[in-house]
């Protein structure tokens, strides 16, 4: 045989990177013409030999096409096929939606009775509560049909509260109030069906038949068990949220406990977590029906088939057993080797309730939703009806299924975000998305100050306890004395005053000592294990829209602190997306309150008094607090330029923000005040600029100077910049948000 050495062969001369259909044929053409160029000669294109060419130039072409095309496919910026793009957004954890709904927010009414003996108030107690799910029809659409996703609840008051209308009776007392309550609400209407299921299956998906599926309200077996929604199997943690109502532990939506303390923040709902099996996730489908994805366990009397007990030495290790490979990858979801991924329903009947709705037809002006329903009351209220209906904004954000282009931006946008809380930004812009009926979040400022915070804090607990306890002490000596005393010499009613007037700093002093224990323990955890510190600052709302937060609350004896139940939701909230060795502390914010006095000049032809309405209106959209953030400076000069854009005025002659003592642009007190705040004017200040020097900032909190409720004593002459053109925050271990409170009362000026 003979030996073929490298001079035998010749170098190949195909292209490969030729793929259309004219680049193959060339290249079968030169090839045949280079390696059998005297076996076939005739490249006429009617010859048989030119038909079997192109024959293979086409099958080269298509399978060239088709194996780009399915590159093309795998890579989401590129793909162009739905049923990819929507496999692929799957994959990086983006649950693309068969339709869009519009969201508005209606504007329901309810008449109240007054308080009797005192016509002024309102009977709170007889409002009427009415559960999540009333449904509203358009009046341009009888199809179209608006439910709402919380309570609407007449018992309690909120920021987002609209007028309160007196009707009076013939001797001129209230005997009603018509109450106005805003829920947010979705075009979308319910439906329910069932599923027969026999045989386990693993991973069993069952299809809902409607299109244009908007969300699944509950999922119910035969046994009355729950089944949970899930983004994916694994997940085994699923929120519960309980209304105040079915709350044994709270009074009212602005309690916290049973006896406890009050807020003037309502907290309708508390928020907690729960483990179970009985989950689910959500699929939408290529024909944009609604698909329900179930686990891989199968339970047999309650407990797995074929489940045995690991050995104690095990407990703990991810994979059970030993491994000789160091570099093995391990599964962070795998328990033990028992361990599914969710329960699979078993001869039961499965309810599905879900929503059907949306889509751009869904967005209807202002005005068209006013069809009152009649429907009863959740608390059992017969006389509690809702007299009125209307959506004062239009219905936005509804649009028809999501196109492969949003698909694929949304996809991108949901996967940066990874779903975890690490940054300051994203801890910031979890707490601001959590959902208002858990608590009316209405500033976040996020830092490390953990340490030294705590310990300032702890020395005041201390303090406000040595001081509370003599106090305490006192009352009770007082109260044995009080029931010594025999009944001749003192009435049961002077007793019970007695008693009754020690409750209260009592309750106080339990929860300052509550706290104090609590923060003792979180300054163990975290010396011990030097855990990384977070500090959640936050202000909340009040029924007027006006800021709540106060430190120092507890140590007062004051109510005027973020509800404990806001602050629970909040920390519950961000459980599921904090690092393990994250310490979050939720913390009040500083709020300073202040007023404006300005003074300006007019030109000869205005309106003086419409000129000064003018500047007010102005000064109070400033300062919306809407605008106000923590640590903000207020900047003087955009104010001036803003007042200098009024039609009308001709100059400026200073605008002052202050607390107690005005003053003009020369820095010259004025002979009355204009404002004045609730404390005192000779608190302590604070060291502003860390020379040394006293130069305004907060009421020392130990000198009992003030009253607790109403912001803090701030220096704001001391506070200028050099320029006297910005007003600065304090310093940054005091997260403070400016608020002009009572813009009715605190804006005055003169115009000249």
């Known amino acids: 045989m003979p030996t073929y050495g490298k001079e035998n062969f010749k170098e190949s001369n195909v292209n490969y990177l030729n793929k259309d259909f004219v680049s193959l044929r060339t290249s079968l053409m030169n090839y045949a013409k280079s390696y059998f160029p005297n076996t076939y000669r005739d490249f006429n294109e009617t010859s048989p030999g030119m038909m079997l060419l192109e024959m293979n130039a086409y099958v080269g072409d298509v399978l060239s096409f088709y194996v780009d095309q399915q590159y093309r496919e795998m890579l989401l910026p590129l793909a162009e096929e739905r049923r990819n793009i929507i496999t692929m957004a799957n994959m990086f954890g983006y649950k693309v939606k068969p339709i869009v709904p519009s969201y508005v927010d209606l504007t329901f009414t309810s008449n109240i009775r007054s308080q009797t003996g005192d016509e002024s108030k309102i009977n709170y107690s007889n409002g009427g509560i009415f559960d999540a799910g009333v449904e509203v029809t358009s009046d341009s659409n009888s199809d179209l049909i608006f439910t709402t996703l919380e309570p609407i609840d007449f018992q309690i008051t909120g920021s987002n509260d609209g007028d309160t209308i007196a009707t009076l009776d013939g001797s001129g007392l209230a005997s009603t109030y018509t109450l106005s309550r805003t829920v947010r609400a979705i075009s979308a209407n319910e439906k329910t069906i069932t599923f027969q299921i026999n045989a386990p299956e693993k991973f069993k998906k069952i299809t809902i038949p409607d299109t244009d599926v908007i969300d699944i309200i509950s999922c119910v077996d035969s046994n009355g068990n729950d089944w ?97 490979d160091l570099n093995q990858s391990i599964d962070p979801l795998l328990g033990d080797e028992y361990s599914t991924l969710g329960e699979a329903p078993n001869q039961t009947t499965l309810t599905i309730t879900y929503r059907v709705g949306g889509g751009i037809n869904s967005n209807v002006p202002s005005g068209d939703v006013t069809t009152t329903p009649t429907i009863t009351a959740q608390n059992g209220n017969t006389s509690a009806t809702l007299t009125s209906v209307i959506n004062n904004a239009p219905a936005r954000g509804g649009k028809d299924e999501e196109d492969i282009e949003e698909i694929k931006e949304k ?147 004051t109510t005027d602190a973020l509800p404990k139940t806001l602050k629970s939701n909040i920390k519950k909230y961000l459980e599921n997306f904090n690092l393990l060795t994250d310490v979050v502390v939720i913390l009040d914010g500083y709020i300073v309150n202040f007023g404006v006095f300005f003074d300006l000049i007019a030109e000869k032809y205005a309106n003086k008094q419409q ?57 010259n007190l004025l002979t009355s005040p204009t404002y004045t705040y609730s404390y005192s004017p000779s608190g302590n200040g604070a060291d502003l600029n860390g020379d040394g020097i006293i130069d305004g900032g907060f009421v020392d909190q130990s000198s009992s100077e003030g009253t607790a409720g109403y912001g803090y004593k701030y220096n704001f002459k001391n506070a200028l910049s050099d320029d006297s053109t910005i007003i600065l925050p304090p310093n940054i271990g005091t997260p403070t948000v400016f608020e002009l409170k009572n813009p009715n009362i605190n804006i005055q000026g003169r115009v000249r």
């Not at 508390?270 to 686990?295: A, P, Q, W």
């Open 228 to 324: 949970y929604e899930v983004d994916f199997l694994a997940q085994d943690k699923v929120p519960i949220s309980t209304h105040y109502t079915d709350d044994i532990n709270r009074d009212s939506a602005y309690s916290t406990e049973t006896g406890g303390l009050t807020s003037t923040s309502a907290v309708p709902y508390s928020l907690r977590y729960i483990k179970t099996s009985k989950r689910f996730t959500r699929e939408t489908n290529n024909n944009n029906t609604t698909s329900l994805v179930f686990g891989n366990g199968v339970l047999k009397n309650g407990q797995l088939i074929d489940e045995g007990f690991i050995d104690l030495e095990q407990i703990g290790i991810v994979i059970p057993g030993q491994t000789n």
């Open 411 to 557: 996809t991108k946008a949901f996967f940066s975000t990874q779903n975890r809380a690490v940054t300051k930004e994203d801890y910031e812009a979890r707490v601001l998305n959590l959902p208002s009926k858990y608590g009316n979040v209405a500033k976040v400022y996020v830092s490390a100050n953990f340490e030294k915070r705590l310990d300032e804090e702890l020395t005041n607990q201390v303090n406000a306890i040595h001081t509370n306890n003599n106090n305490i002490f006192s009352d009770l000596d007082l109260i044995q004395t009080v029931l010594e005393t025999p009944n001749t010499e003192i009435s049961q009613t002077e007793k019970l005053q007695a008693i009754n007037g020690v409750i209260q700093p009592l309750q106080n002093y339990s929860n300052t000592i509550n706290d104090l224990t609590s923060n003792m323990q979180e300054y163990i955890t975290f010396a011990e294990y030097q855990l990384s510190p977070v500090e959640v600052t936050v202000l909340g709302y009040n029924i007027k829209k006006q800021l709540v937060g106060n430190p120092h609350a507890i140590s007062l004896g």
């Open 611 to 667: 000129v000064k309405l003018n500047c007010i209106q102005k000064i109070r959209e400033y300062f919306d607090i809407n605008k106000m953030q923590f640590n903000q400076p207020i900047y003087l000069s955009q104010l001036e330029f803003e007042l200098m854009g009024i039609e009308g005025v001709r100059s400026i002659g200073h605008v002052t923000l202050t607390q107690h003592e005005d003053y003009n642009g020369d820095g």
